[in-house]
């Protein structure tokens, strides 16, 4: 898939600008997410995973047998948010039977993006040493590029917890870092051409025979349904699926609902 002819690159990405209202939703997150860690009993917060501060992650477990591990990574374009907004998120799964894992992780410009693949590869690690079973992941955006950076041939997992993914779904990933080199955001990540090469999923061949589905918004920016598209054109056992009338912000609600199509879509065959 060619990259498309734009003119502003900052705005292709510039997901706030366009959505209405923008401003209350990570207040609104924030507040959603700590009445959900207050309310639910089945729960372990801040498990190291590794020296950093931010190198922890939160376990929640259902109210009765796991059937087996979720695993949630978070966006805000590897720059900003911390796992402790996302803990509502886990409600579908945990209705569901699973025990779901939300880790945190170092942002940029302290660290650079490959160095986060390697916290998650690292978290997901420990994660799975703790819960048994199967594993599913997830993430949006910046989540859902790390999520499927699990399942590159160059991938850091051991091959004894690959074996355990049965599915990923990357909501509103980026696939492709390429088009990232043309932003302001880069004097953050201070990617070379050579780093976005070797970060991006849709330009690496996957390891294993998971499938995968790439999880977009409707009504999102023309570069997000493309990196969707991209990722399904690209890798085999991948499926690209648009949710209707929803935006960036709103497209990972569905997570709170265990019957919706999105949880579904992620705890199904």
Same mark, same amino acid.
């Given at each position: 898939?060619? $990259?498309?002819?734009?003119?502003?690159? !900052?705005?292709? /990405?510039?997901?706030?600008? %366009?959505?209405?209202?923008?401003?209350?939703?990570?207040?609104?997150?924030?507040?959603?997410?700590? &009445?959900?860690?207050?309310?639910?009993?089945?729960?372990?917060?801040?498990?190291? /995973?590794?020296?950093?501060?931010?190198?922890?992650?939160?376990?929640?477990?259902?109210?009765?047998?796991?059937?087996?591990?979720?695993?949630?990574?978070?966006?805000?374009?590897?720059?900003?948010?911390?796992?402790?907004?996302?803990? %509502?998120?886990?409600?579908?799964?945990?209705?569901?039977?699973?025990?779901?894992?939300?880790?945190?992780?170092?942002?940029?410009?302290?660290?650079?993006?490959?160095?986060?693949?390697?916290?998650?590869?690292?978290?997901?690690?420990?994660? &799975?040493?703790?819960?048994?079973?199967?594993?599913?992941?997830?993430?949006?955006?910046?989540?859902? %590029?790390?999520?499927?950076?699990?399942?590159? $041939?160059?991938?850091?997992?051991?091959?004894?917890?690959?074996?355990?993914?049965?599915?990923?779904?990357?909501?509103?990933?980026?696939? !492709?870092?390429?088009?990232?080199?043309?932003?302001?955001?880069?004097? *953050?990540?201070?990617?070379?051409?050579?780093?976005?090469?070797?970060?991006?999923?849709?330009?690496?061949?996957?390891?294993?025979?998971?499938?995968?589905?790439?999880?977009?918004?409707?009504?999102?920016?023309? $570069?997000?349904?493309?990196?969707? $598209?991209?990722?399904?054109?690209?890798?085999? @056992?991948?499926?690209?699926?648009?949710?209707?009338?929803?935006?960036?912000?709103?497209?990972? !609600?569905?997570? *709170?609902?265990?019957?919706?199509?999105?949880?579904? &879509? @992620?705890?199904?065959?």
């Amino acid at each position: 898939m060619t $990259e498309p002819q734009i003119d502003d690159w !900052d705005d292709a /990405y510039a997901n706030a600008a %366009h959505i209405e209202g923008a401003a209350e939703y990570p207040v609104r997150w924030a507040k959603e997410a700590e &009445a959900f860690r207050s309310g639910w009993a089945g729960k372990e917060l801040d498990i190291c /995973y590794g020296k950093g501060d931010r190198q922890r992650f939160d376990l929640f477990f259902p109210r009765g047998n796991s059937k087996g591990l979720v695993v949630f990574v978070h966006g805000g374009y590897w720059l900003r948010f911390d796992k402790s907004t996302w803990s %509502h998120l886990a409600r579908g799964c945990l209705e569901n039977g699973w025990t779901v894992c939300l880790p945190g992780y170092d942002l940029a410009p302290d660290v650079r993006i490959a160095e986060i693949t390697q916290e998650i590869t690292e978290a997901i690690e420990t994660a &799975a040493a703790r819960v048994a079973g199967p594993i599913r992941l997830t993430g949006h955006s910046a989540g859902g %590029h790390l999520v499927t950076r699990m399942l590159c $041939e160059d991938a850091a997992l051991p091959a004894a917890v690959i074996s355990r993914i049965e599915k990923v779904v990357s909501i509103s990933g980026l696939h !492709d870092l390429r088009p990232l080199l043309r932003t302001e955001m880069n004097r *953050k990540f201070k990617m070379t051409e050579e780093d976005a090469v070797a970060e991006s999923p849709a330009l690496k061949t996957p390891v294993g025979n998971c499938p995968v589905v790439a999880w977009v918004g409707s009504s999102e920016l023309p $570069e997000f349904l493309r990196q969707s $598209e991209m990722l399904a054109a690209a890798w085999p @056992l991948t499926v690209c699926r648009h949710d209707p009338g929803l935006h960036h912000f709103n497209v990972i !609600d569905g997570l *709170k609902e265990p019957g919706s199509p999105l949880t579904s &879509a @992620l705890l199904g065959p």
